[in-house]
């Protein structure tokens, strides 16, 4: 999913500058400095401890690694040492088109800034991205995949358009669940999901992120962004889990009363069901996405009428 930019679609990218910021952990409620730096191709994207021996410090940002889910997603290393609330942060860097970086940071948990993506895609698009030589790769969905966990379902389809859904969306507090779907398509991302906060930040910090003279930590706000938040929160904390897996994933999701929990499950269904997709290129993503949008229009018939 995601990757609509067309002169970083097909090639892997990183950074073309450092970047440096100061937040507080959510949970923790720890100062955390955090450094976002360049790595070459294929190396994918790791967390570098800086508090930690250099030796047992390195944790890879991979689904395998995937320790805990309760109460938030945290990775773990062969050394026992872990990371957590990455989900922001791996949505921001997929979002954008970063496929190899290294990021270190002072502590054990990611700085929770503003409570979004939002500041992460900025510093992002600030630094700029460099497009590598080694092509990009990406999971074709080819058949339906899906699992049910108790109330909650989720299903991955094949699909041109790269499409996220979510349903049965209830915000603490409230009665009435929330619908969105939303196409990954130009810049959608950083406009309609980027934004959206975390729900917990307010109840758990309030002003708290203020830091005089630091723009990275800039107040939560007490007004929501949109008035579907919850359930934008939902997708970008999703898309984050997703960016956990080795490439990106070329297809429709769709999930009902969606968690890390449910995603988790698809991953472990889609791993598993083995023969309904397959690793390719994006360049070979794009021809496919070419041929099938041919025979679609090709079979639709022209019902236009001459005068």
């Given at each position: 999913m995601l990757y609509s930019r067309p002169d970083i679609r097909t090639n892997q990218g990183t950074l073309k500058q450092p970047i440096h910021c100061v937040g507080y952990g959510l949970h923790s409620r720890e100062k955390v400095s955090m450094s976002?730096?360049?790595?070459?191709?294929?190396?994918?994207?790791?967390?570098?401890?800086?508090?930690?021996?250099?030796?047992?410090?390195?944790?890879?940002?991979?689904?395998?690694?995937?320790?805990?889910?309760h109460p938030y997603t945290v990775l773990i290393n062969e050394y026992g040492v872990s990371i957590?609330?990455?989900?922001?942060?791996?949505?921001?860097?997929?979002?954008?088109?970063?496929?190899?970086?290294?990021?270190?940071?002072?502590?054990?948990?990611?700085?929770?800034?503003?409570g979004s993506s939002a500041p992460l895609v900025a510093m992002i698009q600030q630094a700029g991205i460099d497009a590598q030589r080694a092509a990009r790769q990406g999971i074709w969905i080819d058949h339906f995949v899906a699992v049910r966990c108790g109330e909650q379902y989720g299903f991955i389809r094949p699909g041109v358009v790269p499409e996220i859904?979510?349903?049965?969306?209830?915000?603490?507090?409230?009665?009435?669940?929330?619908l969105l779907s939303l196409h990954l398509l130009d810049h959608v991302f950083e406009r309609e999901i980027a934004p959206a906060r975390n729900p917990e930040a307010d109840l758990e910090h309030?002003?708290?992120?203020?830091?005089?003279?630091?723009?990275?930590?800039?107040?939560?706000?007490?007004?929501?962004?949109?008035?579907?938040?919850?359930?934008?929160?939902?997708i970008q904390e999703c898309l984050g889990f997703l960016a956990l897996t080795e490439a990106p994933i070329c297809g429709q999701l769709y999930l009902y009363k969606p968690s890390r929990f449910l995603v988790d499950a698809l991953l472990q269904e889609l791993y598993v069901a083995r023969d309904t997709w397959r690793q390719i290129s994006y360049t070979e993503i794009d021809r496919l996405t070419g041929e099938i949008t041919q025979t679609s229009a090709q079979k639709t018939p022209d019902r236009r009428r001459a005068g």
């Amino acid at each position: 999913m995601l990757y609509s930019r067309p002169d970083i679609r097909t090639n892997q990218g990183t950074l073309k500058q450092p970047i440096h910021c100061v937040g507080y952990g959510l949970h923790s409620r720890e100062k955390v400095s955090m450094s976002l730096m360049q790595a070459p191709a294929n190396s994918g994207v790791h967390f570098l401890r800086r508090d930690i021996d250099i030796k047992r410090a390195i944790i890879p940002a991979s689904w395998h690694n995937l320790f805990d889910l309760h109460p938030y997603t945290v990775l773990i290393n062969e050394y026992g040492v872990s990371i957590s609330k990455v989900e922001p942060l791996l949505a921001a860097l997929r979002g954008c088109g970063v496929d190899n970086v290294l990021i270190e940071v002072s502590a054990g948990e990611v700085p929770v800034l503003d409570g979004s993506s939002a500041p992460l895609v900025a510093m992002i698009q600030q630094a700029g991205i460099d497009a590598q030589r080694a092509a990009r790769q990406g999971i074709w969905i080819d058949h339906f995949v899906a699992v049910r966990c108790g109330e909650q379902y989720g299903f991955i389809r094949p699909g041109v358009v790269p499409e996220i859904t979510v349903d049965g969306v209830i915000p603490d507090g409230e009665h009435k669940p929330q619908l969105l779907s939303l196409h990954l398509l130009d810049h959608v991302f950083e406009r309609e999901i980027a934004p959206a906060r975390n729900p917990e930040a307010d109840l758990e910090h309030g002003y708290d992120f203020i830091e005089a003279g630091n723009p990275n930590t800039a107040p939560v706000e007490a007004e929501p962004r949109f008035s579907d938040e919850f359930a934008r929160y939902r997708i970008q904390e999703c898309l984050g889990f997703l960016a956990l897996t080795e490439a990106p994933i070329c297809g429709q999701l769709y999930l009902y009363k969606p968690s890390r929990f449910l995603v988790d499950a698809l991953l472990q269904e889609l791993y598993v069901a083995r023969d309904t997709w397959r690793q390719i290129s994006y360049t070979e993503i794009d021809r496919l996405t070419g041929e099938i949008t041919q025979t679609s229009a090709q079979k639709t018939p022209d019902r236009r009428r001459a005068g």
